[in-house]
């Protein structure tokens, strides 16, 4: 039994800074990639970042520059610290963790980027 457990999500305004946080637990020996994805109102789910168990990242277009991931292996979390934030980034945010060959996702957290 795995579970990731988000926190960090809530109301802030544009140009407004947010971390989100995302820590796994239970039966884990190790994790591969983590990451985020985000679901916005009437919208697919589109993967916003990822990072690897060696610390390589991905990044969607749409976030370069204003989001970085990061991950406490020892922890076994990952983190989405989140800059200039715009209303287009309003969505619900999923993160994921690859262990073995299971994805695991959390519970998901809201982020609404709004004045």
């Known amino acids: 039994q795995v579970q990731l457990v988000e926190s960090g999500g809530g109301l802030v305004q544009p140009g407004g800074s947010l971390r989100l946080s995302c820590a796994a637990s239970?039966?884990?020996?190790?994790?591969?990639?983590m990451g985020w994805y985000r679901q916005a109102p009437g919208k697919q789910r589109e993967s916003v970042a990822a990072i690897t168990s060696g610390g390589r990242t991905n990044y969607a277009d749409s976030v370069k520059g204003r989001f970085s991931i990061s991950r406490d292996n020892a922890k076994n979390t990952v983190y989405l610290q989140m800059n200039s934030l715009k209303p287009e980034d309003t969505a619900v945010y999923y993160c994921f963790a690859n262990i073995g060959s299971l994805r695991h996702w959390g519970q998901g957290t809201q982020v609404t980027v709004s004045s």
């Open positions: 239970g039966s884990i020996f190790s994790i591969n990639t």
